[in-house]
């Protein structure tokens, strides 16, 4: 943009636009919330394997709550969604 004084011109820079005030349309691709992951379900004798402790296989299942696994030398109740947790 530019401005004359005088005889002279000075050159103005424009101010950014306000991008806090932007409105998205609830149709967008961009701001579209991602989906939950699905939470797995186990059952009795599932075996499994987990980041921290290894192998193992499940005792038992708490509906959408937790599993206790057994891995051989001890027992551990992971909670849902069991982020670490794979079935095999």
Do not use: W
């Not at 306000?18 to 186990?42: I, Q």
């Amino acid at each position: 943009m530019l401005r004359s004084v005088g005889r002279r011109r000075i050159l103005g820079l424009m101010k950014p636009p306000r991008v806090a005030n932007r409105r998205h349309l609830p149709s967008s691709p961009f701001n579209a919330p991602s989906a939950p992951a699905p939470v797995e379900h186990f059952a009795v004798n599932d075996r499994v394997t987990h980041d921290q402790y290894g192998l193992g296989s499940v005792i038992s299942v708490e509906e959408d709550i937790a599993v206790l696994v057994d891995f051989g030398p001890r027992r551990v109740r992971i909670i849902s969604p069991y982020a670490k947790l794979t079935k095999l």
